[in-house]
C-alpha cells in the first residue's frame, strides 16, 4: 500500500491523475455541502412561512367561534375539526382564558405554556419555536361583540388565549442522501475523465522521453556530442518543452567542456607509468615507442622526438616515428628539425649529430607530410638551462584536438608523456655517467681506487692461468701538498690532471693505470718482468724530467714522484700482499729522498710483513683490552646550519695517540674481528648518547665484512634497546670496497635491518662501480656524495655536472643526500644551492670523543 502511494506520488502521471481527482473531489464535496446547507435552508424558511399561515388560519377559526358565543363542547369541536384537517403540521390547539374568565365559569388553568403567558401578559401574538416544533399564541382582546357576554369585561381587555403547537416537517435527511448519491456519481465520472487526461497526457510524454533515452543511450564518447541533438525531441506541452530548452543549453555548455573519460584513462596510465624500473631505463628505447603506439587511440601523434647534450656543444638528436615514413617526409622532417633548432637562441651555432630514426611499428607506411603538417602541429619542452643528466629538449608531433577543452588536456597530457620521456632519458644518461665515473675518476678520468682492485684480482686470477709475472707500482707525488696549499686546489686538480697525462703516454697500451686517491697513483702492468717494469718506472721519471706547468704567480713547476714496484708472484699472490709490499717499497722511495725507485729485496719482503704482523697484535689487543673508541663528527643541516646528525667513527687509543680507522681496518677485515671492534664501538659510543641525552640521527660507519655477520642487525637492536635508543635514530652506512664480494649476504642483512628499523646509507657513492647497483637493489634512505666530488665541484664543471646527475637521481628516488668533505663557506653554499639536504666536513666540525648535542633536537629527529 505505500509502494502504491508513493508511486502515485513520485511520478508524473500518478502526480496528475492524483491532483485532478484531488482538486475534483474537494471542488465537488464543497459544492454539495455548500448546496444542500443553503436548500434546507430555504426548505426550513419555506416551512416555518407555511406554519404561519395554517396557525393563523386555525386562529382566526377559533376566535371567530368564539365570537359567536359557542359552547365549551361546541369549541372542542372546532378545535379537533382543525387538528384533524391539518394532521401532518398541527401538533395541537389550545384556548387558555384568564383568571378572571376561569373564575367565572370554573376551569382556571393552574398552570399556562411560556407563550400563552407572554401572549396574555403583554396582549400581543407570540411566537415561541423548541426544537422541532414552533408555537403561536394569539390573544383575544375583549370587543362590542365579546361585551355583550362578558359583561364584566372591558373593552380591549384580554379574554384568553388561543395557542396552536406546529410540528416543523424536515426534508433534510432526504435531501443529502440525494446529494451524496450525486456527488458519487459525478466523481466517477471526474475519475474517468482523471484516467483518460492523465493516460493521454503520458503517452506524448512518454514519447518524447524515448526519444530522449535512445539519444542518451548512443551516446559513449565526447564525439558522440555532435550527433547528440535535443532540439528535436517535443514533450507537446509548451511549459516542458521551455524546461528542456534550458536542459539543451545545459547540454551545449557541457560539451564546450567536456573531456572524453577515454583521454582522462589514458593520462592516469601515463602518470602511472613514472613508476620507472631499471628495465625501463635500460631498454629506453623501446619504452617511448611503446608510448607513441599507446597515446595514438587518443591523439593522433606520428613522431616524437629526443634532443640531448652530449657534450659542451654538441647534442644527439632521435626521431621515433609510428610507423615507418617515406624518404621524402623523413628528409623534410630533419630539414624543418635543423631549422628550428637554429633558430631557438640556446642552440644557435651548436653542432647537432647525425639525426638517429626509431621506427615503434614496423607495419603500415606513414603518410606523406607537409611542412605545415611538421611545422604547426608541434608540442614542445624545452628546457632553457639543462639541469639533468643533459636533456634539453623533447616533442610530439600530432594532430590536436579543435575544441579548446580537449586541446588543453590533450597539451597536459603531452606535457605528462614529455616529461615521462625525458625522466627515462635522463635517468639512462645518469646510469651512464654512474657506470663510467663508478670505475672512473672524475678529475683525471684513470680508473679509481675501487676499479685498481677489481683490475688486480682479475689479473691475479689470469697471470695464474697463463702462469704469467706481472708488475704493480705505486706511485706518489713529491711535495704536493705544498703546491696545493700554495696555490690552491684548483691549480692542484691541474697538476693532477697533467701529470696523469704523463703517466698515460710513459705506458704500454694495456696497462691499466689508476688514480688511488689524492696524488697516490697505481699502474697494472701485465705480462711484465721486473726488468720492464723498472724500465716503465724509469720512462716515468724521464718524462717528468720535461714536464713543468705554469703556476697562478707566472712561474714554472716540475713534478717528481716516488714509485714502489711490486712483482707478482714473487712478491705476493694476492691483492693484499702485493699493494702492502708496493705501498711499502714507495714510502721506501720517498725516505730515500724522494723522486726515486724503489724495488724489494729479500730482508726488505721480511720486514714488510714484519710490520704487518706488528699491526695485526696492535689490533687484537686493542680489541682484547676495551681500547676501542667512538669518535663523532656532526652532520649539518645544508639550509639551516642545524646540527641534526653524528657520524660515528672507530679509532685506537694507544697511551697518548690516537690511530684512525684507515690505518687498521682493512686488516682487521682480514683477521675477521671486524665486526667484534664494530660492537664494542657500537656499545661505547650508545652509552655516551645515552649519558649526554642525544637526541638526533646516528650514523654508523661500518665495513661491510662486519654487516654480512649473521645476527649483527638484531645484537645492536639489543644494544640500543638496553640504552633506549630507538632503532629508527641508527642508519648503517655501507662502504663500497673490494672485500664485498656476495651481494646476496649484503641483502639479506639490509633487509634484515629494515625489519629492525633501522636506515641504510650508502658512503662515497659514485666513487664505486656499484653505486647504482645498490641504490636499485637496497632500499637506500640516504647517498653520501663522494667527497672528491664535492671538494672540486667549484673549479671543475664535470664534478658539478656529475654531482647534479646524483642529486636529481636522489630527488627522484627519494633518497636523501649528504656532502662529504665541506671544507669552506663557498662549498657550504654551493651544496645548499643544488638543494643537497645535509653536510659534513671540517668547515663544519672535524671528528672528536664528544658530540655537539643541540639544545633542542629537531622536532623530525626526536623519539
Known amino acids: 500500500m505505500t509502494s502504491i502511494v508513493a508511486r502515485m506520488l513520485t511520478t508524473l502521471r500518478g502526480f496528475v491523475f492524483s491532483a485532478t481527482v484531488g482538486v475534483a473531489a474537494v471542488v465537488f464535496l464543497g459544492a454539495t455541502l455548500a448546496s444542500s446547507l443553503l436548500y434546507e435552508k430555504l426548505l426550513e424558511e419555506r416551512n416555518l412561512e407555511s406554519s404561519g399561515e395554517i396557525a393563523r388560519q386555525n386562529i382566526d377559526t377559533i376566535v371567530g367561534a368564539l365570537r359567536s358565543g359557542i359552547s365549551r363542547q361546541q369549541l372542542e369541536e372546532v378545535i379537533a375539526a382543525s387538528t384533524t384537517t391539518f394532521s401532518s403540521t398541527v401538533d395541537s390547539i389550545d384556548v387558555y382564558r384568564t383568571q378572571g374568565v376561569e373564575a367565572r365559569y370554573g376551569r382556571l388553568q393552574q398552570e399556562l405554556p411560556e407563550h400563552a403567558r407572554q401572549a396574555m401578559a403583554s396582549g400581543t401574538p407570540v411566537t415561541v419555536r423548541t426544537g422541532t416544533h414552533v ?30 403547537t406546529h410540528k416543523l416537517q424536515t ?21 474517468l475523465a482523471a484516467l483518460a487526461l492523465t493516460s493521454f497526457a503520458a503517452r506524448r510524454l512518454k514519447r518524447s522521453m524515448d526519444l530522449f533515452r535512445g539519444k542518451v543511450e548512443s551516446f559513449s564518447t565526447i564525439k558522440d556530442f555532435d550527433r547528440f541533438d535535443m532540439h528535436k525531441v517535443d514533450f507537446g506541452f509548451e511549459e516542458f518543452n521551455q524546461a528542456f530548452d534550458n536542459v539543451t543549453l545545459l547540454v551545449d555548455k557541457i560539451k564546450r567542456v567536456a573531456v572524453d573519460k577515454g583521454v582522462l584513462e589514458f593520462e592516469i596510465r601515463l602518470l602511472e607509468k613514472f613508476i620507472i624500473t631499471s628495465n625501463v631505463v635500460r631498454d629506453w628505447r623501446e619504452f617511448i615507442k611503446n608510448l607513441l603506439l599507446e597515446i595514438n587511440p587518443i591523439i593522433d601523434a606520428y613522431a616524437l622526438v629526443t634532443i640531448f647534450r652530449v657534450e659542451e656543444e654538441a647534442y644527439e638528436c632521435e626521431v621515433f616515428w609510428r610507423n615507418p ?10 630539414k624543418i628539425l635543423r631549422r628550428q633548432l637554429d633558430d631557438t637562441p640556446f642552440f644557435h651555432g651548436a653542432r647537432l649529430l647525425p639525426i638517429a630514426h626509431n621506427i615503434a611499428d614496423e607495419t603500415g607506411l606513414l603518410p606523406e607530410l607537409s611542412p605545415r603538417d611538421i611545422e604547426v602541429q608541434t608540442k614542445t619542452l624545452l628546457l632553457e638551462t639543462p639541469k639533468i643528466g643533459g636533456i634539453v629538449g623533447i616533442g610530439v608531433q600530432s594532430m590536436m584536438a579543435e575544441d579548446n577543452i580537449r586541446n588543453m588536456v590533450i597539451g597536459s597530457i603531452l606535457t605528462t608523456l614529455l616529461n615521462l620521456v625525458g625522466s627515462v632519458k635522463a635517468i639512462y644518461k645518469y646510469t651512464k655517467d654512474l657506470e663510467h665515473y663508478a670505475t672512473r675518476d672524475p678529475l683525471t678520468d684513470l680508473y679509481n681506487q675501487r676499479m685498481f682492485w677489481e683490475l688486480l684480482g682479475y689479473e691475479i686470477g689470469r697471470s695464474k692461468r697463463h702462469s704469467q709475472t706481472f708488475a704493480v707500482m705505486m706511485l706518489d707525488l713529491d711535495n704536493f701538498k705544498t703546491i696545493n696549499d700554495r696555490f690552491g686546489h684548483h691549480f692542484g686538480d691541474s697538476f693532477l690532471q697533467e701529470f696523469a697525462k704523463v703517466l698515460h703516454e710513459s705506458v704500454r697500451n694495456g696497462d691499466m693505470i689508476a688514480r688511488y686517491g689524492g696524488d697516490e697513483f697505481c699502474i697494472i702492468l701485465p705480462e711484465a718482468s721486473e726488468t720492464q717494469a723498472h724500465m716503465v718506472a724509469q720512462r716515468i721519471a724521464e718524462s717528468l724530467d720535461h714536464f713543468w706547468i705554469d ?23 694476492n691483492p693484499k700482499d702485493l699493494f702492502l709490499v708496493a705501498d711499502n717499497m714507495m714510502y721506501k722511495a720517498k725516505a730515500a729522498g724522494k723522486n726515486a725507485i724503489a724495488m724489494p729485496s729479500e730482508d726488505e719482503m721480511a720486514e714488510v710483513f714484519r710490520k704487518a704482523g706488528e699491526k695485526a697484535i696492535m689490533i687484537q689487543a686493542a680489541l682484547d683490552q676495551q681500547r676501542i673508541v667512538p669518535y663523532f663528527q656532526p ?12 657520524e660515528l667513527l672507530m679509532r685506537i687509543q694507544l697511551d697518548d695517540e690516537v690511530v684512525t680507522a684507515n690505518d687498521f681496518i682493512e686488516e682487521a677485515e682480514n683477521m675477521g674481528i671486524a665486526h667484534k671492534m664494530d660492537y664494542q664501538l657500537i656499545e661505547k659510543a650508545f652509552a655516551e648518547i645515552s649519558k649526554q641525552d642525544y637526541k638526533g640521527m646516528l650514523f654508523v660507519n661500518l665495513s661491510p665484512k662486519a654487516l654480512i655477520v649473521g645476527e649483527f642487525a638484531s645484537h645492536v637492536s639489543r644494544i640500543a634497546g638496553e640504552y633506549g635508543i630507538a632503532p629508527s635514530r641508527i642508519v648503517f652506512e655501507i662502504t663500497e670496497r673490494e672485500t664485498v664480494r656476495n651481494l646476496t649476504l ?81 662549498i657550504l653554499k654551493a651544496v645548499s644551492a643544488l638543494g643537497i639536504d645535509y653536510a659534513q666536513g671540517y668547515h663544519i666540525s672535524r671528528p672528536s670523543a664528544t658530540m655537539h648535542v643541540p639544545q633542542e633536537a629537531p622536532r623530525q629527529l626526536a623519539i
Do not use: W
Open 551 to 573: 703556476t697562478p704567480d707566472g712561474n714554472r713547476i716540475k713534478a717528481t714522484t716516488s714509485i714502489g714496484i711490486a712483482m707478482s708472484p714473487t712478491h705476493g699472490d
Open 171 to 191: 426534508v433534510r435527511s432526504t435531501v443529502r442522501i440525494y446529494y451524496v448519491a450525486l456527488f458519487l456519481a459525478l466523481a466517477l465520472v471526474v475519475l
Open 325 to 334: 615514413p617515406q624518404e621524402k617526409t623523413k628528409r623534410l622532417f630533419e
Open 635 to 646: 652532520i649539518c643541516n645544508a639550509h639551516t646550519g642545524e646540527i641534526v646528525i653524528h
Open 746 to 826: 649484503l641483502e639479506k642483512f639490509v633487509l634484515d635491518a629494515k625489519v629492525q628499523g633501522f636506515s641504510f646509507a650508502v658512503d662515497d657513492f659514485g666513487s664505486g662501480y656499484s653505486s647504482f647497483q645498490y641504490i636499485k637493489c637496497f632500499p637506500v634512505d640516504y647517498i653520501k656524495i663522494e667527497g672528491e666530488f664535492i671538494r672540486n665541484m667549484l673549479h671543475d664543471d664535470t664534478y658539478l655536472a656529475f654531482i647534479k646527475s646524483i642529486v636529481t637521481l636522489a630527488k627522484e628516488l627519494k633518497i636523501k643526500t649528504v656532502a662529504e668533505f665541506v671544507e669552506d663557506a663557498d
Open 135 to 164: 408555537a403561536y399564541a394569539q390573544p383575544v382582546l375583549a370587543d362590542a361583540e365579546c361585551l355583550r357576554c362578558h359583561t364584566n369585561a372591558k373593552a380591549g381587555e384580554v379574554l384568553g388565549v388561543t395557542a396552536v
